[in-house]
């Protein structure tokens, strides 16, 4: 199986989007990861929702385990601010990583390899056509734990 065949549609964000849509978007569709793309409708980044929540919790919280025990939902509000006009890219983690991309015909074992490397649950899929590329779809690792394990 490859790549083309495991590939599904994945919602992406703009660069350029409003970053609490895209956490809503994050949060609505139940997903792994966050799709990012350049103004140009490429793979810009795949970010972990684990990294994206930690860009939104106090310095303090993340720095004292403690501290952060100590910090009651009244303090959602200040999260919720905290993204309040941002775009995007003004969200990512500051040390950004390019996303993990295969080609079609990827195989089952490269896919999983590049994703257990990169730490991310989501490989984008990209076609070339000459000087175009563009974005075929993405394979989660839900859908590749598939067919490593076999599924329902």
């Given at each position: 199986?490859?790549?083309?065949?495991?590939?599904?549609?994945?919602?992406s964000?703009?660069?350029?989007?409003?970053?609490?849509?895209a956490?809503?978007?994050?949060?609505?569709?139940?997903?792994?990861?966050l799709?990012?793309?350049d103004?140009?409708?490429?793979?810009?980044?795949?970010?972990?929702?684990?990294q994206?929540?930690?860009?939104?919790?106090?310095?303090?919280?993340?720095?004292?385990?403690?501290?952060?025990?100590?910090?009651?939902?009244?303090?959602?509000?200040?999260?919720?601010?905290?993204?309040?006009?941002?775009?995007?890219a003004?969200?990512?983690?500051?040390r950004?990583?390019?996303?993990?991309?295969?080609?079609?015909?990827?195989?089952?074992?490269h896919?999983?390899?590049?994703?257990a490397?990169?730490?991310t649950?989501?490989?984008?899929?990209?076609?070339?056509d000459?000087?175009?590329?563009?974005?075929?779809?993405?394979?989660?690792?839900?859908?590749?734990?598939?067919?490593?394990?076999?599924g329902?």
């Amino acid at each position: 199986m490859s790549a083309r065949d495991l590939a599904e549609p994945y919602p992406s964000v703009s660069t350029d989007d409003d970053a609490t849509e895209a956490a809503r978007l994050l949060a609505e569709y139940k997903l792994p990861a966050l799709l990012v793309v350049d103004p140009d409708g490429q793979p810009y980044a795949i970010v972990p929702g684990s990294q994206l929540i930690g860009q939104l919790v106090p310095e303090y919280a993340l720095e004292d385990p403690l501290l952060g025990a100590v910090i009651d939902d009244r303090d959602l509000d200040d999260v919720r601010e905290k993204l309040t006009g941002l775009t995007v890219a003004e969200w990512l983690p500051r040390r950004r990583f390019l996303p993990p991309t295969v080609g079609p015909d990827a195989s089952v074992m490269h896919i999983a390899a590049l994703m257990a490397r990169t730490h991310t649950p989501l490989v984008a899929v990209v076609e070339s056509d000459g000087d175009q590329t563009r974005l075929a779809g993405a394979v989660s690792a839900a859908r590749l734990m598939e067919q490593l394990v076999g599924g329902p």
